[in-house]
């Protein structure tokens, strides 16, 4: 067995990866949904030897021409849990999504589970409370989270083993999850044929983002990996797609293949994400899932408000 003294943790998740490999009750079931008004992936993650899972990043369906919010995307997520008699343990976040909703508040109300992020949130709640011009009511102690992960942390999903890793580089809370044989990047790398997330959020670092990648392509190339978004990858593939395993990722992604050097990686990155517009909804995503999906209280009229900085990004 390989050690890697200058990265622990790193060896723990590889650990973690391995023993489920050697054994089946250790591999998650994996249920995957796809939001293709946002490109974005929720997975229910659930225990084979129990009717424990996990639910992770969901959508909160928002329209921003009329500022309307609905649970359909949600909705599935119940049905399939509900039809399936799960237990949800944990509603896990990736990161703070600035390309759409989390609909963990109405998921924790209907199913229940403990709803975590990262560490880091702290930093997201800083930079973006200066921006929103948020009043001290606005806790930028992450205390709006159940569970706040550190690097390294562990924890369970019915008998499945977990571990949360810190991945910064898209934003500087950015998590992946490692369960079982399973791993889950949030917006770390995409398909292979797609690449990788961009860096230019304020907290984003391309150097940063690499040696996150390279965490994760260092565990076991058997391991599964299920993305947060896909694009599709045109010219070519026509198909939505988000499994793929670490041995693709590090023959085949078009970024970070084996053998991209960390100084080419940050001088594409950089490039392409100078002709980046700002997503879509990254002002009503940000604003709302720096404070654990929910929205503002109401005003005196009972109406929910988001704010909308001028030339602040
Ligand atoms: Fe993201």
Redesign the pocket.
């Known amino acids: 067995m390989s050690s890697h003294p200058q990265d622990p943790i790193r060896e723990q998740a590889a650990e973690v990866v391995r023993a489920a490999l050697a054994d089946a009750t250790q591999r998650p079931v994996v249920k995957s949904f796809f939001d293709e008004a946002t490109f974005t992936v929720s997975h229910v993650v659930r225990d084979p030897g129990s009717k424990v899972c996990a639910i992770i990043d969901s959508v909160l369906d928002y329209e921003p021409a009329s500022g309307r919010t609905s649970n359909a995307s949600a909705d599935a997520l119940i049905d399939y849990v509900k039809s399936e008699d799960l237990q949800v343990q944990w509603l896990l976040e990736t990161?703070a999504?600035?390309?759409h909703l989390s609909a963990a508040p109405y998921l924790q109300e209907k199913l229940g589970g403990r709803l975590a992020i990262g560490h880091e949130i702290l930093t997201v709640q800083a930079v973006f409370g200066k921006i929103f011009n948020e009043g001290t009511e606005f806790r930028r102690d992450g205390s709006q989270f159940d569970q706040l992960f550190n690097d390294g942390d562990r924890f369970r999903i019915g008998g499945l083993q977990a571990m949360a890793l810190h991945v910064p580089g898209?934003?500087p809370a950015c998590l992946a999850y490692v369960i079982g044989d399973a791993v889950f990047p949030?917006?770390t790398m995409f398909m292979p044929d797609y690449g990788t997330?961009r860096c230019d959020f304020p907290g984003g670092d391309a150097r940063t983002l690499y040696r996150s990648i390279h965490r994760l392509t260092a565990l076991p190339d058997e391991a599964r990996v299920y993305l947060?978004?896909d694009y599709k990858a045109p010219p070519g593939r026509d198909e939505f797609a988000w499994e793929t395993t670490i041995g693709a990722q590090r023959t085949g992604n078009i970024h970070i293949r084996d053998g991209v050097s960390e100084d080419a990686f940050v001088a594409m990155r950089t490039q392409r994400d100078a002709t980046l517009p700002m997503p879509r909804l990254i002002l009503p995503s940000v604003q709302v899932n720096m404070n654990g999906g929910r929205p503002p209280e109401p005003e005196a009229n009972g109406v929910r408000y988001l704010k909308v900085p001028l030339n602040a990004l």
């Open positions: 990161h999504h600035a390309d898209h934003t949030g917006d997330a947060c978004h």
